[in-house]
């Protein structure tokens, strides 16, 4: 496979919080409360073995899609996307958005590709292996804790039985998704 069809993609989140170098207050005061303001904000990433790049997914803290309004948007690389969750964390929602709005629109026509992910739940949702079969994608998803077993979920067609009798996971669902994809 050429590498430039071998992707690599994972979340981190960094805390924007600012807390102030110095406090001012007025001469004589016994006591200084400096309130620090805390924001989160979740990046997706994802390149190739090639060294091309997506454009990531930006996900900010918030309820609202005011939420967004508070970064500077223009700034980022072009074709990123943005999108807001309650605590500024991937959720199962935005894993497929990413999914769809990012991958799909960026990986280009070529088939198979590979896709490389750890085990976040968001990574690996019902609507995310559906598409996965249907565009002829390998997904291979490592679990995000130990044991470092790494389970692959590939078109049904070339399934190999090697990997269902190595698969060993104590998530029941990658046991179900596994077994619904090699009963095909």
Request: charged fraction near 20%; proline fraction near 8%; aromatic fraction near 8%.
């Amino acid at each position: 496979m050429h590498p430039n069809r071998i992707w690599n993609c994972d979340e981190t989140s960094f805390n924007m919080e600012h807390t102030p170098v110095k406090v001012y207050a007025d001469k004589g005061e016994k006591s200084v409360v400096s309130k620090a303001q805390s924001s989160n904000l979740t990046v997706m990433a994802c390149a190739s073995a090639g060294g091309d790049c997506m454009p990531p997914m930006f996900i900010t803290k918030g309820k609202t899609p005011r939420s967004v309004h508070g970064y500077r948007t223009e700034d980022a690389p072009e074709g990123s996307v943005w999108t807001y969750q309650k605590k500024g964390w991937i959720s199962d929602e935005i894993g497929e958005q990413w999914f769809e709005q990012v991958f799909l629109k960026c990986c280009g026509p070529a088939r198979p590709q590979l896709l490389l992910m750890d085990g976040h739940g968001s990574h690996e949702t019902l609507a995310i292996i559906e598409r996965v079969i249907e565009e002829n994608i390998i997904l291979m998803v490592s679990p995000p804790a130990p044991p470092l077993i790494v389970h692959i979920i590939f078109n049904p067609k070339i399934v190999l039985s090697s990997v269902r009798s190595n698969l060993h996971t104590t998530k029941p669902a990658h046991l179900f998704l596994m077994r619904i994809l090699c009963i095909r």
